[in-house]
């Protein structure tokens, strides 16, 4: 369980506010993440009391909904038909991976609250420009949004459990000689960043190569026209 410190001194009275519950719940979720989220633990950090939180918000329901819809503006994803289709998808998968980062509690919040549907549409319509601008048909577009957001927040929910420097390592200890050190020093050395600016490489080529041959996936295999 995560220990959440009393403030060292209370608000005044009349100083709470909607916004500033929400910025403190923000605060405390960034620090301690959903499992430490409590009415209490909110009010303590306002130096408040769990009651007087009521008069801002309705319940824990209405609070998780409010900070996730806070923290979505940050995510500023517009299909600019200035920039280049590739160059904007990979643009899209950085700022969703960083946002993520910074704010990893936000996906469960998404999965539950059917309200935070707007921000899930709108951050898959921005992707679905870059698609449609790069010459996708409505069906690979439709798969590429899936194939493309899976791919990028599956590999931020690997880096939040498993970040690449806590095994470099354990990699190291094994080099050794021959081509299995080789490959063990190569493996040891690839960083978080890194490891996502290969993904964003291999889901373009992949993309680019799918696009050329115009081969839609349908039931279990690609149909080449």
């Known amino acids: 369980m995560v220990a959440i410190e009393q403030p060292t001194r209370p608000k005044q009275r009349g100083q709470l506010s909607r916004e500033l519950i929400l910025d403190a719940t923000r605060n405390l979720l960034d620090e301690h993440?959903?499992?430490?989220l409590s009415m209490r633990?909110?009010?303590?950090?306002v130096g408040s009391s769990p009651m007087a939180l009521y008069r801002y918000v309705s319940?824990?329901?209405d609070?998780?909904?409010a900070v996730a819809q806070l923290v979505s503006v940050e995510l500023e994803l517009i299909d600019d038909p200035t920039v280049a289709p590739d160059e904007a998808i990979a643009t899209w998968m950085r700022k969703v991976r960083a946002h993520w980062l910074r704010h990893p509690w936000i996906g469960p919040l998404l999965g539950e609250h059917p309200e935070l549907a707007e921000f899930i549409v709108a951050v898959g319509t921005a992707l679905a420009g870059a698609l449609e601008r790069a010459g996708a048909s409505a069906r690979i577009i439709g798969e590429e949004v899936i194939h493309i957001t899976r791919?990028?927040?599956g590999v931020v929910l690997l880096e939040q459990s498993a970040p690449l420097a806590q095994r470099a390592?354990?990699?190291a200890w094994r080099s050794g000689e021959g081509s299995g050190s080789a490959i063990a020093r190569a493996a040891g050395a690839i960083d978080d960043d890194q490891l996502f600016e290969l993904v964003i490489h291999s889901t373009i080529a992949g993309l680019e190569a799918r696009l050329a041959v115009?081969?839609?996936?349908?039931g279990g295999m690609y149909v080449h026209h």
Do not use: F, K, W
Request: charged share 25%.
């Open 33 to 36: 993440g959903l499992e430490a």
């Open 41 to 45: 633990a909110v009010a303590n950090a």
């Open 59 to 61: 319940d824990r329901r």
């Open 63 to 65: 609070l998780e909904i």
């Open 151 to 153: 791919t990028t927040l």
């Open 169 to 171: 390592d354990s990699l």
């Open 214 to 218: 115009s081969a839609p996936y349908q």
